[in-house]
T-cell receptor, first 117, second 112 residues
Framework: DTAVSQTPKYLVTQMGNDKSIKCEQN?????MYWYKQDSKKFLKIMFS???????INETVPNRFSPKSPDKAHLNLHINSLELGDSAVYFC????????????????FGPGTRLTVL | GQQLNQSPQSMFIQEGEDVSMNCTSS?????WLWYKQDPGEGPVLLIA?????ELTSNGRLTAQFGITRKDSFLNISASIPSDVGIYFC????????????FGKGTKLSVKP
């Protein structure tokens, strides 16, 4: 069974469009994340939700809006897509253990490759 | 802002050889994490280090949290073909905003 799943796996779209990427985890975790990995493989955290509450919000353009309808889902909506948004977006989940935030073992999804033309 | 220097950028080794890679920073971190990413997959956590000087092993992998808290290294002993992938270090210095920084990765290739 897939632990962290993302849809779609590939997304090709035109500049200016609005798109969403969905993420679901069946691990029973209470924390979910979105990461962006650029063409040079540089990985950067974007958002984190714990029990549907936003706890990390990096310096990300307002065009990116995460939405967590429940603990098992964290979707990423992107408005007015730009060329620079092209990247692989990874969703991840973890269970809070009471230690320092972001040091809990995170389980990553397979990624969504977004290409903006 | 915070940056991690990870080296080497890539390595091309023979099966059976040992591998060493490291990350350094001008800033102090409270936690060091090492991930491996296979092609087309998400990163997988290999080792987490929480205290300066800590040395932790996971099978053939060994990682250390530098005494100065500004560096960490990962060793892989007796490499095998399935070790190929990109290895990332990540440093975390507490709090919630902007505090998990990733290195740029070390791409490992192993010749059978």
């Amino acid at each position: 069974d897939t632990a962290v799943s993302q849809t779609p796996k590939y997304l090709v779209t035109q500049m200016g469009n609005d798109k969403s990427i969905k993420c679901e985890q069946n691990l029973g975790h209470d924390t979910m994340y979105w990461y962006k990995q650029d063409s040079k493989k540089f990985l950067k955290i974007m958002f984190s939700y714990n029990n549907k509450e936003l706890i990390i919000n990096e310096t990300v353009p307002n065009r990116f809006s995460p939405k967590s309808p429940d603990k098992a889902h964290l979707n990423l909506h992107i408005n007015s897509l730009e060329l620079g948004d092209s990247a692989v977006y990874f969703c991840a989940s973890s269970q809070r253990t009471g230690g320092a935030l972001l040091t809990d073992t995170q389980y990553f999804g397979p990624g969504t490759r977004l290409t903006v033309l | 802002g915070q940056q991690l220097n990870q080296s080497p950028q890539s390595m091309f080794i023979q099966e059976g050889e040992d591998v060493s890679m490291n990350c350094t920073s001008s800033s102090i971190f409270n936690t060091w994490l090492w991930y491996k990413q296979d092609p087309g997959e998400g990163p997988v956590l290999l080792i987490a280090l929480y205290k300066a000087g800590e040395l932790t092993s996971n099978g053939r992998l060994t990682a250390q949290f530098g005494i100065t808290r500004k560096d960490s290294f990962l060793n892989i002993s007796a490499s095998i073909p399935s070790d190929v992938g990109i290895y990332f270090c990540a440093g975390y210095y507490g709090g919630s905003q902007g505090n998990l920084i990733f290195g740029k990765g070390t791409k490992l290739s192993v010749k059978p």
